[in-house]
């Protein structure tokens, strides 16, 4: 579960930051930073805040609007589109999903606590890593749910208007279903030309 723990070892204000959606074949890649005021979290709000990838489609939309309405968390979530995925790189697009999301904070923070082990250039504050980071830290995992909430609404979206790949279900990831629709279909301007399994199609 996570704590507070590297917070605590920070001075000032805290956010944690993590990203979704870097292995999917199309859509943008989301990220989302998260400052959690720790005298004003329940008990009762940080039991709902996990890892991203251990909620269930529910729980997360459940733990992001009680965050919201609680009050005791500032976020701000941002976006690489699928241009610039393919233009500077997925990794590249990650940090700058990251950068955006932290310059997007109502209050800068003098800390962000990075879920991976590389710290994305030219960030607004310092930043450490955690591998691992939205299992141990309340703040990048709040920052987890935020970014995949935020990013499976858009493949919704996506998928009501480019029907046939399943992006509903497989939030663009490479499914049979969506290999299959590809090979069928052919790719579409959401897709990452730069990734492989579409690049082929061309």
């Given at each position: 579960m996570p704590s507070f723990d590297h917070e605590a070892r920070c001075q000032g204000i805290v956010a944690g930051v993590d990203e979704a959606g870097r292995g999917?074949?199309?859509?943008?890649?989301?990220?989302?930073?998260?400052?959690?005021?720790?005298?004003?979290?329940?008990?009762?709000?940080?039991?709902?805040?996990?890892?991203?990838?251990?909620?269930?489609?529910?729980?997360?939309?459940?733990?992001?609007?009680?965050?919201?309405?609680?009050?005791?968390?500032?976020?701000?979530?941002?976006?690489?589109?699928?241009e610039e995925i393919d233009r500077i790189n997925i990794l590249q697009a990650t940090f700058l999903a990251m950068r955006r999301a932290l310059a997007a904070l109502a209050e800068p923070p003098e800390v962000a606590l990075v879920d991976g082990n590389r710290v994305p250039p030219g960030l607004v504050c310092r930043a450490e890593t955690i591998v691992g980071g939205d299992a141990h830290s309340y703040s990048i995992a709040a920052a987890s749910i935020f970014a995949k909430v935020a990013r499976d609404r858009h493949m919704d979206v996506l998928a009501a208007a480019f029907p046939g790949y399943g992006w509903e279900r497989n939030r663009g990831y490479g499914s049979a279903q969506h290999l299959k629709a590809l090979e069928l279909l052919g790719p579409t301007p959401h897709h990452r030309m730069s990734f492989a399994p579409v690049s082929r199609l061309r």
């Open positions: 999917p074949l199309a859509g943008p890649v989301f990220a989302a930073a998260a400052v959690i005021d720790r005298t004003r979290a329940t008990r009762r709000l940080l039991k709902l805040i996990d890892d991203s990838k251990k909620l269930t489609h529910a729980r997360r939309e459940q733990a992001c609007a009680a965050m919201i309405a609680s009050g005791a968390v500032q976020f701000a979530i941002a976006e690489a589109s699928v």
